[in-house]
């Protein structure tokens, strides 16, 4: 059975600092691993997907995630954090190659400082 | 204007009484999800739907129904066997060849 965990329920950094959200799966095929994003009482919004290639890639809003196959991870990492960042973050992994279901982490809360 | 739409945004209802979730979406996405969001748990899959007037449970279903009956629309019902139905619902839907799901704003169901 797939499963994801995301370590870390709250981080706090100061606006300007580096982010990284820490994001392990466990799955026994070619996952196919997102990023979302979630402001409060909202929907989820995408920030980046992993399904093939380049191990890194790039999101929108300036995040970054890199898939890293022997550590079974997909943490996902921004430089420099800004105050409008602060919102919840699902890591979820699905199968490749078809429309399915996707299992979700349990969310990172990122809190920023000023 | 496209996208996913869900209705209302806050719903309250009584304890033992049915209560049915909108989803729409304009996207002509063939899949759709219902998710349910309870704090520190994630999403949980309630029920998905591939095509027209099919559907398969998630991995919390007990409680809940779907139909299916036209592409646009995936509505949830939560029934009163649902033991503990406050939560946030989340609708998603996948277009074919894209295995990235988009997800509509929520409806937060309060039972009181």
């Known amino acids: 059975a797939q499963s994801v965990t995301q370590p870390d329920i709250h981080i706090t950094v100061s606006e300007g600092a580096s982010l990284e959200l820490r994001c392990n799966y466990s799955y026994g095929a070619t996952p196919y691993l997102f990023w979302y994003v979630q402001s409060p009482g909202q929907g989820l919004q995408l920030l980046l997907k992993y399904f093939s290639g380049d191990t890194l890639v790039q999101g929108i809003k300036g995040f970054e995630a890199e898939f890293k196959r022997s550590q079974s991870s997909f943490n996902l990492r921004k430089p420099s954090v800004h105050w409008s960042d602060a919102a919840e973050y699902f890591c979820?992994?699905?199968?490749?190659?078809?429309?399915?279901?996707?299992?979700f982490g349990t969310g990172t809360r990122l809190q920023v400082t000023l | 204007d496209g996208g996913i739409t869900q209705s209302p945004k806050y719903l309250f209802r009584k304890e033992g009484q049915n209560v049915t979730l909108s989803c729409e979406q304009n996207l002509n996405h063939d899949a759709m999800y219902w998710y349910r969001q309870d704090p520190g748990q994630g999403l949980r899959l309630i029920y998905y739907?591939?095509?027209?007037?099919?559907?398969q449970k998630g991995d919390i279903a007990e409680g809940y129904s779907v139909s299916r009956e036209k592409k646009e629309s995936f509505p949830l019902t939560v029934t009163s066997a649902q033991k503990n139905p406050t939560a946030f619902y989340l609708c998603?839907?996948?277009?074919?060849?894209?295995?990235?799901?988009?997800f509509g704003p929520g409806t937060r169901l309060t039972v009181l």
């Open positions: 739907s591939q095509i027209v007037n099919d559907f």
């Open positions: 979820a992994v699905g199968a490749a190659g078809t429309a399915s279901k996707l299992t």
């Open positions: 998603a839907t996948t277009g074919q060849g894209t295995d990235t799901q988009y």
